[in-house]
Nanobody, 131 residues
Framework: QVQLVESGGGLVQPGGSLRLSCVGS?????????ITWFRQAPGEEREGVGG?????????????ELINAVKGRFNISRDSVRNTVYLQMDNLEPEDAGVYYC??????????????????WGQGTLVTVSS
């Protein structure tokens, strides 16, 4: 079964850090696909945060992109052994709070943040930033 599972959310003070994980099911090798991170604050639409390109079968493995609001604070990486994509979040701000999702449109590179183009979604993990 093709499945993504997020974890790592929690409560953190402003300025703190969290690392979110997105794990693929055993039949779903994430190295073959671009993975995108989204977030959704209460009452807001889901927005893209950033993504990472596939690692295998490409001349530009692991290319990452981030929205301007998180550049310099967030980073996306892969662990192929663990079949996991990480979202490292540092210097968190209250505006970063929300449910974070990983998703994929099963393509090679990040192709934008249109939620309607994503084929597989995780269940989400909640990030709360508060003092």
């Amino acid at each position: 079964q093709v499945q993504l599972v997020e974890s790592g959310g929690g409560l953190v003070q402003p300025g703190g850090s969290l690392r979110l994980s997105c794990v693929g099911s055993s039949e779903f090798i994430l190295d073959w696909y671009a993975i995108t991170w989204f977030r959704q604050a209460p009452g807001e639409e889901r927005e893209g945060v950033g993504g990472i390109s596939k690692r295998l079968g490409t001349k530009r493995p692991g290319t990452t992109e981030l929205i301007n609001a998180v550049k310099g604070r967030f980073n996306i990486s892969r662990d192929s052994v663990r079949n996991t994509v990480y979202l490292q979040m540092d210097n968190l701000e209250p505006e970063d709070a929300g449910v974070y999702y990983c998703a994929t449109d099963l393509l090679d590179y990040c192709s934008g943040y249109d939620v309607n183009t994503m084929d597989v979604w995780g269940q989400g993990t909640l990030v709360t930033v508060s003092s």
